[in-house]
């Protein structure tokens, strides 16, 4: 008897039809958009968790902005967009949003901080990291059943969110500039998980461990 490619049996119809007319899934063509989506992360992370560490100038600050609104932002956006097409809810869910939240910081830092009042730019900052570091949380949760690489992520950028919030509170230097190593951390980690999914599928085996889960 003739098999699907899946283990079952095909259909009379389906196996004396030409292989190039037989249907085909429709995301079969659709390239992971993981490592797009973590690398433009773990980039615009990384060079602004530069400045909120103190081992960039203040002043070299807007350098983020461009990186916000095309990779972090458009291009992060995209490969959310293209995670619904291949029903990662966590995928689509995670890349959306945190290319959102780079367009939203842009958006931030460029039109809306420069006219707050003094007196009441610190919670306005606080507020904004502190809903981002709810969703972050309960992202971290549903991580841990992705991978142990993506969990590392998601552990590490809410330990980031945590400490800028504290920071942009309290006025705490100290705790924001702790923030911005911990977001030099986040980028590394993205990075790695960016690297293994692109080097494993060119390679087209495992090259790099990603720490898989148990059966989902």
């Known amino acids: 008897m003739t098999r ?20 085909h899934s429709p995301v079969d063509h659709i390239a992971d958009p ?7 992360f773990a980039m615009t992370t990384f060079v602004l968790s530069c400045v909120n560490a103190g081992l960039a100038p203040k002043s070299v600050e807007p350098v983020v902005l461009p990186l916000a609104l095309f990779y972090g932002g458009l291009a992060q956006l995209l490969a959310g967009m293209w995670e619904f097409r291949k029903a990662n809810t966590f995928g689509a869910l995670a890349f959306s949003s945190y290319g959102a939240f780079w367009l939203s910081f842009a958006a931030y830092v460029k039109f809306i901080a420069p006219g707050l009042p003094a007196a009441d730019a610190a919670s306005a900052t606080g507020l904004f990291l502190l809903a981002w570091t709810i969703f972050t949380a309960y992202m971290t949760v549903a991580s841990v059943r992705v991978s142990g690489a993506v969990a590392a992520v998601l552990i590490a950028l809410l330990a980031t969110f945590v400490l800028l919030t504290i920071g ?10 702790l923030g911005g190593y911990f977001g030099i951390l ?6 790695y998980a960016s690297f293994a999914g692109v080097v494993n599928a060119t390679f087209k085996k495992p090259v790099l461990p990603v720490f898989p889960t148990a059966a989902r």
């Open 186 to 191: 986040t980028a590394v980690l993205a990075w």
């Open 168 to 177: 942009a509170y309290s006025g705490a230097a100290g705790v924001s500039r």
């Open 4 to 23: 699907s490619a899946s283990g079952g049996p095909a259909s009379e119809d389906t196996a004396s039809e030409p292989l190039e007319v037989r249907p």
């Open 34 to 40: 993981g490592p797009l989506g973590l690398a433009a």
